[in-house]
């Protein structure tokens, strides 16, 4: 009994702690619900308010985010018009740089190309200075030669001059002995015609013989002597003649060896042609205003050595100071001398002397061709074989071409191409008496045009 009234406690102890339990949840329950209820709705106040603050925010950064797209893209199209603009200049200074260093490469191309060339050019100079140097120990072993020659000839010719003197005088005394003969003839037809008639006296007879013998004799011994000095004198004239043919040959033999020299320096120092030459001149009626003339030389292979030693005249200055000197009615006369000053003309002189090109000529040897004549505006040595030179202002085939007294005419080598109005108006000046000029008409200058730049 007493088991059942404690189970029975027991279990209404139990309801009442479990009541007791869901009482104080209840309670609890309701209170958190009013907490909950009121956390919730400031929760939600704060939301809204949250959520007004985001879209105002929102709507502030939408503003501010077109501020600074519309600023990021000016800043974007500025960018871009400076990049361009960078690049454009970038672009244009890698055009200038890269045209640049092909312009510094091709000059130092151009430059190396100079350098060799100018080593090949100094190369050569040397060759030629030391080629020019053995020429003309050649040319001054020639000119003794030639001068030799010349004096060998002029002997030779005196001899043969006077061999024909001889042979006329000969001529004449064969004439005579002719004539003696014929008398001999007529003496021994008279003696015949003596021995068969007759005479009545025989001593004059025989005396008569005696002396038409005596005759006989004298002249036969006289042909006989005069036809052996005859023989001999032809002999004589052969052998002469014989001799001056040997020196003809071996002159002609030294005249082809100088003129293959002359056309082998000429090519080697100016080219395979043509060739010019310009010759710059002053005229006192205006001095400060240079003229000039331009000469193309002739065919080098008809006139080589006359070429050359024009050609090494214009080069090495020769003519530079001196003056055209006089203008006859056909030709118009230059040369290294200069009648106004005699200081300078003395310089000139010496410079020629000291050259050898004076007084005894320029050239080594006369040379003349009718291929190319003396027309108008053709230039030529004078007969001495230069140095002074002259223009013909007219035809002067006949004049200076070779005619009965001088039977190759004189040098021509050169024509006037250029500066024709420069001969006219020196032709134009006022002349002395002795058809020099009253005023000065000096070279400044002379050189050997490059065809290129001609």
């Known amino acids: 009994m007493t088991s059942a009234k404690n189970g029975t406690s027991v279990f209404v102890t139990i309801l009442l702690m479990a009541s007791s339990a869901l009482f104080s949840g209840y309670i609890t329950s309701t209170i958190l619900d009013q907490e909950y209820k009121i956390i919730f709705a400031e929760m939600q106040k704060d939301c809204h308010q949250t959520q007004n603050e985001y879209l105002t925010c929102r709507s502030h950064i939408s503003e501010e985010t077109n501020k600074w797209r519309i600023y990021a893209d000016l800043n974007i199209r500025a960018c871009q018009e400076s990049v361009e603009r ?97 008398d001999l003839i007529n003496c021994e037809e008279t003696l015949k015609e003596a021995q068969h008639d007759k005479i009545d006296s025989e001593a004059p007879s025989s005396h008569m013989l005696k002396q038409l013998s005596g005759q006989v004799q004298a002249l036969q011994k006289e042909r006989e002597m005069k036809e052996a000095m005859l023989e001999e004198m032809g002999l004589t004239v052969n052998n002469a003649e014989e001799e001056v043919q040997f020196w003809k040959m071996k002159a002609e033999s030294l005249v082809e060896k100088i003129d293959f020299r002359s056309r082998r320096d000429v090519l080697k120092k100016y080219g395979p042609g043509p060739h010019y030459v310009r010759i710059t001149v002053s005229l006192s009626t205006s001095p400060d205003v240079s003229e000039s003339l331009l000469l193309k030389m002739a065919p080098l292979d008809i006139m080589s050595h006359t070429i050359q030693i024009f050609m090494n005249l214009i080069e ?75 223009i013909n202002i007219k035809d002067n085939v006949e004049a200076h071409g070779p005619n009965e007294g001088d ?48």
């Open 86 to 182: 960078y690049l454009g200049d970038a672009i244009s200074a890698y055009k200038s740089g890269s045209d640049g260093l092909s312009w510094a490469v091709n000059r130092t191309l151009e430059h190396e190309a100079l350098q060799n060339e100018l080593t090949q050019r100094e190369d050569m100079r040397t060759a030629l200075a030391n080629s020019n140097e053995i020429l003309n120990q050649e040319v001054e072993a020639l000119e003794e030669e030639r001068a030799k020659l010349s004096r060998q000839l002029y002997d030779f010719e005196i001899e043969l001059e006077d061999a024909q003197n001889d042979l006329e005088r000969r001529d004449l005394e064969r004439v005579e002995c002719d004539s003696n003969y014929r």
């Open 316 to 390: 090495e200055k020769m003519y530079v100071g001196g003056t055209f000197l006089l203008a006859r009615d056909h030709i118009l006369v230059a040369g290294p001398f200069d009648a106004f000053d005699p200081e300078n003309n003395q310089r000139l002189e010496e410079k020629m002397v000291e050259e050898g090109y004076f007084p005894d000529g320029t050239l080594l040897f006369h040379q003349y061709t009718p291929e190319y004549p003396h027309t108008r505006y053709t230039v030529g040595f004078s007969s001495t074989g230069g140095p002074l030179f002259y």
């Open 407 to 454: 039977v190759e005419g004189d040098p021509v080598f050169a024509a006037v191409v250029e500066g024709f109005d420069v001969i006219q108006k020196i032709l134009a000046l006022p002349q002395n008496e002795d058809e020099s000029f009253e005023t000065r008409v000096q070279i400044v200058d002379t050189y050997v045009v490059e065809i290129d730049s001609k």
